[in-house]
Every structure is written in C-alpha cells, then in structure tokens.
C-alpha cells in the first residue's frame, strides 16, 4: 500500500491505539539503527577500495614506461587486479549502484573529500544526496559555500537545470549576493565531446586597438591544425573602432569555418561597447555597434541583440542584421589571473587511466615550459586516474625543478579531489568563480 494510498483511506480507518503507536514507534527506530549501521559498512568498504587501489597503484603504475603517442594501454598490473580481489566478498554492485543509500561520512575524514571521491568513482547520485544535506545544514546563516558550489556543478554537470534554479534561489536567500549562472559544461563540449589537447588562445589586454592584429592572424592560422580555440577579453581595458573592425572580422571568419569557440570575459567586453555608444551618435563609425551584437548573438540573448539592433537601425539609418543562433560557441568565466599561454584542453571525462591522454601530454610538456591545464569541459576524472596523473606531473616537476603547472577553470568537485591527492604541492589550482 502505497503511503498517498493511506492518507485516502485515513477516513474509513480507526485511529491507532496508544499501544500500536509505541510499537510503529519503536518499529521505526530499529529501521533507522539498521539504515545507518548498512551506511557505515558501505562506506568502510568504499574507503577500503579505493585504499588499495591507491597503494598498488602507487606502487606499481609509476614506474612502467609511458607508451608512445597513440599506442595500447598499458596492461593492468597484477598487484591492481589482486586489489579489486580482496573485496570480492563485499557486494561491489552495491558500490556502483545509482540507487545506493546515502553513506554516513566517516568520522575520520571531511564529508567534502569523502564526497569528491564518490563522485570520482562514478557514485553522483550519493555524493548528490549527500551535498544537499550538507546545503541544507548551512542554509539560514553564512558559512563555508563549498557544498553549494559543488552542488551547483553536479547540476550542471548532469543537466538539472531546474535544480540549479532553485538552488540559486535558496543561494540568493542564503547568502545575499547574486547566485551563479548556469554555464553547463557540456555546451563546452557538444560539438568535439571526445576531443583533448593543444589549445590555441588569444588573450587580448589593454587597449582593444590596432596592435591586436598579430594575435588575430596567429589565432586564424592555428584555426586549420585546433577544431577549438579560444578568445580571452577579460583583461580588456578600452576599445577602439579599428580594434573593433579587426576583431569582428575575426570572429566572423572564425564561425564561417565551424571553428569551436571558447570566449571568455564576452559578457564584459559587451558592456564596455554599450557604455561607449549612444543612439544617434555617429562618431566612432558602425564598428562598436556591429561587435556588440555579434557578442551578444554569440552568447545567444536574443533580446537585447533585438535592443541593440534596433538602437543600431535608428542611428545609422540602415537595415540592422538579424540574430542567427550561435553556432559552436561556449562561454567561459573570467578569471582574474595573468593571461594565459596555449592550454592542454582535457576531455569531459578520465577515467580508467589516462591511455592516449598521457602521451599527449608528455608532448606539450616538450614544448612549453609552464604546463597550463585548460578544465573548462571537465566534468569527472576518477580516483585510478587522478592518481596516474598526479604521479606523471610529478615526474615532469622532478626533472625540470621551478616548471610551473597550473589547473585552469576547474569544477569544484575535480578541486576538493586533486587537493585531497596532493596536488596543491605541484601546481596552481584555480576553480572557477561562483
């Protein structure tokens, strides 16, 4: 009998008696003894999993020689398949399973690192269920916002958009300050999903003027050998109406050949050209109106690219353009760190090691010193991996002393993962900002 099917038939049912009261009572009690005794044992187990996968892991993947570009996978060592073994008695369907009850953080370990590594093992509905008890814990005073910013990822990561809104309205409530917008990780990779590797960027600063040129044609030139590039103006401090003109060609050129792209600080930029124009001011030409609704047509808001355009036809007197949805286009957070070099774009997921991932790799650190990781698609890499590459960006510091690695536009779920295996000792880790 279903629980709305009891509430129906409340009118035809005598009441409990005092008696039947205390037995449901106790009745209850017991099941909840019982539901939290199975939690800790699911969760002792996942500790001892992941405890000897990390040991044999170390003690073995470490040392096998990194296979060249676009060979096999190394073969599994015999100490990680002997790991899995000793927890053959333990239900391991049970670790995997979606419908998995929520584990009981241990009390060794901060429920943040204990649910970042279960949503690196493929366990998101846990490690859901348990962010939005930790949210609700902190809701109605301030306190430390890493549960809601994780939570905010793993929505978007898995695509709840309706969750995401009512998380930022009780984030708004919460903390009184603007909640994030939804920038859902898979946009960055709808039109490449499987795609890793060099990322050619311009970062445009100062001045958005003439001298930009050089930047632009480097950026077209690399277009042919990258399918995704990326344009930084969140270090943009002025514009001019040549600067203008050459970025605008650009980035027409750019979507005329279906190139990918990133854009990072166009919602800034956008507002800089609208303080610098007005409606029937003609002095610095058709240029600044002409970027400002291709940004606001890349960022796809429709409404204010009708605004603006029409603000446009009534200046210059012309027909305006009409809005085209963007096509391969994804923005990006700004991040208030010194522009950025070219970026190794990771994929959306690692896991089960890094395979090719790994030679590629070891070739860009060939041919640039300071390593920038570009994690903007990232949305998962598990606990095997994490530590494989923790180990091949220690060897890459070891033999060259000084060599700077950074992690870029990382989610905050990947953060509290790679702090928990060390990774702050070897690189700059930047999540993104909410």
Request: hydrophobic share 45%; aromatic share 6%.
């Amino acid at each position: 009998m279903g629980l709305f099917s009891l509430f129906k038939k409340a009118d035809t049912l005598p009441p409990l008696t005092d008696d039947e009261q205390a037995r449901l009572a106790a009745n209850s009690e017991l099941e909840r003894q019982h539901q939290q005794a199975r939690q800790r044992e699911i969760a002792r187990a996942t500790a001892m999993k992941i405890d000897a996968i990390e040991s044999a892991m170390e003690a073995d993947i470490f040392n096998l020689p990194e296979p060249a570009w676009g060979s096999q996978r190394p073969a599994r060592p015999a100490a990680i398949a002997g790991a899995d073994e000793v927890l053959d008695d333990f239900p391991t369907t049970l670790l995997l399973s979606e419908e998995l009850p929520l584990a009981a953080a241990d009390d060794s370990a901060p429920v943040i690192e204990e649910i970042a590594i279960l949503y690196a093992n493929g366990q998101a509905a846990v490690a859901q269920q348990m962010l939005t008890e930790a949210v609700a814990a902190t809701s109605g005073h301030n306190s430390d916002r890493s549960a809601w910013w994780m939570l905010f990822d793993l929505y978007q990561a898995s695509g709840q958009h309706d969750a995401f809104d009512n998380l930022s309205i009780d984030y708004a409530s919460t903390f009184e300050t603007s909640p994030p917008s939804w920038q859902a990780p898979a946009q960055l990779a709808a039109a490449s999903p499987g795609w890793a590797g060099l990322t050619p960027t311009a970062a445009l600063s100062g001045v958005l003027d003439a001298h930009i040129a050089a930047q632009l044609e480097r950026l077209r030139q690399q277009a042919d050998a990258s399918p995704v590039l990326r344009l930084e103006f969140s270090r943009v401090t002025a514009v001019d109406a040549e600067g203008c003109t050459l970025l605008l060609a650009t980035l027409r050129q750019l979507q005329a050949g279906q190139r990918e792209l990133i854009l990072v600080g166009a919602p800034a930029l956008a507002a800089r050209l609208r303080d610098g124009i007005a409606v029937g001011r003609r002095d610095d030409g058709e240029a600044p109106w002409l970027l400002l609704l291709e940004l606001l047509q890349l960022q796809n808001r429709e409404k204010e690219f009708e605004h603006a355009a029409m603000d446009y036809c009534v200046t210059f007197e012309v027909s305006p353009p009409s809005f085209t949805p963007p096509h391969k286009v994804a923005m990006a957070p700004a991040q208030h760190v010194p522009a950025s070099p070219d970026r190794f774009m990771l994929p959306p997921i690692i896991e089960h090691q890094l395979g090719p991932l790994l030679p590629g790799i070891r070739q860009y650190a060939e041919q640039y010193p300071a390593l920038v990781f570009d994690c903007s698609r990232l949305t998962r890499i598990d606990y095997p991996s994490a530590i494989q590459l923790h180990g091949v960006l220690q060897a890459l510091a070891d033999a060259e002393p000084g060599r700077k690695i950074a992690f870029r536009d990382v989610n905050h779920l990947v953060t509290a993962l790679l702090r928990l295996l060390g990774y702050a000792s070897l690189a700059r880790i930047y999540p993104h900002k909410y």
